[in-house]
């Protein structure tokens, strides 16, 4: 595997690059949002020291590794973050994305998820993973989009807000092996199970026997 972090892409419409401390009033207005922060793991920022707070937390310390995918989604014509889109280079491969209110239902996350998860697969990851609450059916219509697979669902007390929540985790194999099943989540959380989820590709249906293997 390619040891990369976030190098720049373009799409159509998009130019994909790091976040910037000349981003931070971006940065305000996207992750201080509470709308477009209520299904995501932090509270909304307030002030733009939080906002710096948050940029150095989140991403200039993830830049500082050797390999990660953590983008801020630009339009091409104005080079200012609108959303982001993120792929942890670690065992979950989880991707997340969010973007600003004024722009969704525009096919731009998709969009832009497409791109990260091309480059993704050329630097030789085998799959991502990606999860969304089950309230929140919109980010679940991006994973179907982007050809992603229902695995299972689980509840997790979800922190810093404390709150249950029921997460339904889609999978990408990007070399077609239905076989793997990332498991963590299933296993760290003792409410799991399987539903019947229809999509435009199919059906999936999982079971586990006594010896904890999917089959």
């Known amino acids: ?80 973050p609108i959303g982001w889109v993120q792929v942890r280079a670690d065992e979950s491969m989880d991707l997340g994305y969010g973007l600003a209110k004024e722009f969704w239902y525009t096919g731009i996350v998709t969009e832009a998820c497409v791109a990260v998860l091309e480059r993704v697969k050329q630097d030789g990851y085998l799959y991502v993973t990606a999860t969304h609450d089950v309230n929140n059916t919109a980010s679940g219509r991006v994973m179907q989009k982007l050809q992603m697979q229902y695995m299972y669902t689980y509840q997790e007390l979800w922190q810093p ?37 229809h999509d435009s590709c199919l059906i999936r249906r999982m079971c586990q026997n006594h010896t904890g293997v999917f089959v």
């Not at 995501?40 to 390999?67: D, H, I, K, S």
């Open 161 to 197: 807000k404390n709150k249950l929540v029921t997460f339904r985790m889609y999978q990408l194999n990007f070399d077609g092996d239905s076989t793997r099943v990332y498991r963590n989540y299933w296993e760290l959380n003792p409410v799991h199970y399987v539903e019947a989820i």
């Open 1 to 80: 595997m390619s040891a990369v972090n976030t190098p720049l892409l373009q799409t159509e419409r998009l130019r994909l690059r790091k976040f910037s401390l000349r981003d931070l009033d971006s940065i305000l207005h996207l992750f201080g949002d509470k709308e477009v922060n209520e299904f995501l793991p932090w509270f909304p920022v307030t002030t733009r020291e939080e906002a710096r707070g948050f940029y150095e937390q989140n991403y200039l310390q993830r830049y500082q590794r050797e390999a990660g995918y953590h983008y801020a989604i630009c339009l091409k014509t104005e080079d200012i």
